[in-house]
């Protein structure tokens, strides 16, 4: 198991969050969840101005296994997403916590980041799942 | 509980995720599924297939039982050794299960089917085997080990003893062979696969399978997946029981036709039914599908063609290709512009012929 980076936030569902300058928050998926896809084929990502409440289907990561949904970890519209992945999606299995970053949004309420999960917990989420 | 083979305890040490399948605890990857998959088509790969049945049958009126048993024509086995690729159907014309049989002896033939229909199967086979009094022997002491790529070969004379390297690199396609392992241990020596490459499976008694395991990954043979396994078999063309054909399916629906013998006068089960079939007219089609956007084909999606709608039965991303492919079942007709309900979105797809890859190259 790859150290979890001390500032990001997770949902139960394997996203993660990271809040940046200006309420940006960048997601991505954990490494726990790129390793139970394994290789991953194919990313179908938000457009830019989209936006999601918490909790919405935003986008899908799919290995040579699975499909797997991505649910935006707050609500807010999207601004930047990650071009790269299209000719190399499996940046996601190299680098989950940061070059394989899904999408950023724009969050409408900063207060929602407190409601996720921290890293100590997500690891034990995680942890309780594998048994 | 689910099952396992002798080589669990290996797999597991070598850092393999395990998947159930078809009741049995299975290596899906040993860390990239796509790594393994290439490897395969570029040099050799050795996969665990030790779940699959092994089931002989003995007794002199052992032809004349898989002339009734089998769809396809067990007298094309002229020469001993050889194999021949069928399917099992019930009176109905549907798929009770696709397999290899060997001709091992006029009084002896050997049977390797699915993992996930052995006790159907068995039942089948010794229903009407009763007939024709032969002896059905499910043999779940030995162990599979299928080596397969273009330098399986190499890897293959490697594990067998000197005096027989000659027979093995002598041996056709679809042909197997007795052979002696480097420590004396009886192999059955068989050059068959489900990837497409040259390759060969060996079946011996599992008390050797570790050892055997272990020199092929000494001398530098790669272990691989079921996960690899399913798309070089997609790739290759190949169907997969319970995915492409069921018993709710005939052989002519699943693209099997060419494993039918309609020898005259034969009266194998199943027959009347497809006879029928075909003077109706076969209802529906298998094709291949080839996804020129972005996105990846599964099992279950809607296809929408002019002759109306079918689905996706195996879809996957092809790593040789770098692109999607996939098995369809469609209605019969002329399917004009077809296309596939990926999440709500009708993508374009192109049906193509298949095999989609052959020798390690894309046929297209």
Known sequence: MSEIPGDLKFQRSHEWARLEEGGRVTVGISFHAQDQLGDVVYVELPTVGDHFEQGAGCAVVESVKAASDIYAPVSGTVIAINEALADAPETINADPWGEGWLFALKIDDAAQLDGLLGPDDYAQAVEEDAH | ?364
Request: net charge negative; with cysteine; glycine share 10%.
């Open chain 2, 1 to 364: 509980m689910s099952q396992q083979t002798v080589l669990n305890a290996t797999h597991r040490a070598a850092g393999a995720r395990m998947v159930d399948f078809g009741g049995w605890d299975m290596p899906i990857h040993y860390g990239s599924q796509v790594d393994e998959h290439h490897q395969v088509r570029r040099d050799v790969g050795m996969f665990d297939v030790s779940h699959m049945t092994v089931i002989d049958l003995h007794g002199a009126r052992t032809r004349d039982f898989l002339r009734r048993l089998l769809a396809n024509s067990v007298d094309k086995l002229k020469v001993q050794g050889k194999a021949l690729y069928s399917c099992m159907l019930n009176e109905e014309g549907g798929v009770i299960d696709d397999l290899i049989v060997y001709f091992l002896g006029e009084d002896f033939f050997r049977i390797v089917s699915n993992a996930s229909t052995r006790d159907k199967d068995m039942a089948w086979i010794e229903k009407v085997a009763a007939d024709f009094g032969v002896r059905v022997v499910e043999r779940p002491e030995l162990a599979l080990i299928a080596m397969q790529g273009p330098n399986a070969r190499a890897a293959v004379l490697a594990q067998v003893a000197e005096s027989d390297r000659a027979a093995i690199e002598a041996l056709g396609k679809f042909v197997a062979v007795d052979a002696k392992g480097t420590q004396g241990e009886a192999l059955f020596v068989a050059r068959t696969g489900y990837t497409g490459e040259d390759g060969f499976e060996i079946v011996l008694p599992q008390e050797h399978a570790v050892a055997l395991w272990n020199h092929l990954a000494e001398a530098g043979v790669k272990p691989a997946g079921l996960g690899a396994r399913d798309t070089l078999r997609l790739e290759a063309g190949m169907n997969l029981y319970g995915q492409d054909m069921d018993e709710t399916v005939s052989p002519l629906e699943a693209a099997l036709g060419w494993t039918i013998g309609f020898d005259e006068g034969r009266d194998f089960i199943g027959r009347a039914a497809l006879e029928a079939q075909k003077a109706a007219g076969v209802p529906r089609r298998m094709v291949g599908l080839l996804l020129e956007d972005k996105g990846i084909l599964r099992h279950g999606q809607r296809v929408v063609t002019a002759a109306g709608d079918g689905e996706i039965l195996s879809g996957t991303f092809a790593p040789t290709l770098g692109v999607s492919i996939a098995f369809a079942r469609i209605p019969a007709g002329e399917p004009g512009e077809v296309g596939v309900d990926i999440r709500g979105r009708i993508v374009p797809a192109r049906i193509v012929k298949y095999p989609f890859v052959r020798d390690g190259k894309p046929v297209e």
